[in-house]
């Protein structure tokens, strides 16, 4: 077990959510800046991480950080870090890289200096001419800022946003760490009514019904450190084995989603299945002009569609509409809306909203729009 600086990476807007997941898992004292946050660990704590993390995009290992304005600075300095105590000879070596207002501003010319310093220095410690690059990845990232290099280590592999259970997805899906975090952000807990009037793939149902069944988002896929010899597989092997003995089963949840589409909704239900939490949520072919909702208090959770390929601004009106008649009267519901389309709180007019958060579903810019219904009575459940 080694000690370490991590790095944390998520979405602009979601550093908050991603520090307070951290802390549930056992970690304090952050640093950091947009879209990452930093913190002492140790190798250990990897798996669990990787496992565990919901709204995050990547666990990285913090290697060094230093200034270089010319070439032979980074090279120079890249080839004196002693990546023999993480690399291994065999070892797939694979450099990614950024630059922000910087002299060194190609990226590419940043990637090739950065892993011709790493091969250099491993020939000298592992005394070899050549590194055969057939063992495990070993990814690489230089990232460029104002003249400063940061140089990490991917732990994660794939994002963690690839869960490993979603098939068929609409043409524009949210990303399962966003819908996580969209949870993560509302009122909802598992004893109260969740409902998705257009729901798609499922993805927001599917995170909310493994947060409140406490099932490891990262559960059914791999990282890419499993594959270093530096980190223990007995590390991996308990932190998989505890996440499963944390799996809560027992008690019902309340959890329906709606969608105009048979197909979206038939990959909701596989998606849910293979995440294992089909039992939790109803899924059901309707028009959100055809929904109508009884219950005086719940929460909605929803990413409609907003103009940019799924519809045109003549189509949405309606389903904005639809949302206002259905929620006017009913102030036990709280509502929270993800959509690029600025137009939604001139449709939905019980009240402003009470909170507005601008985040990124991959690229696209988007606010998530929260209204703050009444709280139910305390007997009431839902």
Not at 144 to 165: E, P
Not at 244 to 260: P, Q
Request: glycine letters at 6%.
């Amino acid at each position: 077990m080694k000690k370490v600086r991590l790095i944390v990476t998520s979405s602009f807007g979601l550093e908050a959510v991603v520090k307070r997941e951290l802390e549930d898992l056992g970690f304090h004292e952050f640093s950091g800046a947009d879209g990452r946050v930093e913190f002492d660990a140790t190798t250990d704590d990897i798996p669990k991480l990787n496992l565990w993390l919901r709204s995050a995009d990547r666990v990285l290992i913090k290697v060094a950080e230093f200034g270089a304005t010319d070439f032979g600075q980074l090279f120079d300095q890249t080839a004196v870090i002693p990546w023999e105590e993480w690399l291994i000879p065999d070892a797939k070596i694979t450099v990614v890289g950024k630059c922000v207002k910087s002299q060194l501003a190609s990226v590419r010319s940043c990637q090739s200096i950065v892993k011709k310093a790493i091969i250099k220095r491993l020939q000298e410690k592992f005394n070899t001419e050549t590194l055969p690059e057939t063992g495990p990845e070993f990814t690489t990232q230089v990232a460029m800022l104002k003249d400063t290099a940061l140089l990490t280590l991917d732990t994660s592999g794939s994002g963690l946003h690839k869960r490993g259970y979603r098939g068929g997805v609409g043409e524009a899906p949210i990303r399962e760490n966003l819908a996580a975090a969209l949870v993560l952000l509302s009122f909802w807990n598992k004893d109260r009514l969740l409902v998705d009037p257009m729901c798609g793939s499922g993805t927001i149902l599917i995170e909310a019904a493994m947060i409140a069944r406490n099932m490891a988002p990262g559960l059914k896929r791999e990282f890419a450190a499993e594959y270093w010899p530096v980190i223990d597989k007995k590390a991996w092997d308990d932190a998989r084995s505890a996440a499963r003995k944390a799996v809560i089963s027992e008690g019902a949840l309340k959890i329906f989603g709606y969608d105009i589409d048979p197909e979206r909704v038939k990959d909701s239900q596989f998606n849910a299945r293979r995440a294992g939490v089909e039992k939790d949520i109803v899924f059901e072919t309707k028009d959100i002009k055809d929904l109508w909702i009884n219950d005086q208090y719940g929460i909605v959770i929803c990413n409609p569609p907003y103009g940019m390929k799924l519809g045109s601004l003549k189509e949405l009106t309606p389903i904005y509409v639809s949302i206002h008649n259905m929620f006017k009267k009913k102030t036990g519901w709280s509502l929270f809306i993800l959509t690029a389309d600025k137009r939604f709180p001139d449709f939905f007019k019980r009240a402003k909203p009470d909170k507005m958060r601008k985040l990124f579903n991959g690229m696209i810019e988007v606010n998530y729009y929260q209204y703050y219904g009444e709280r139910p009575p305390k007997m009431e459940l839902s």
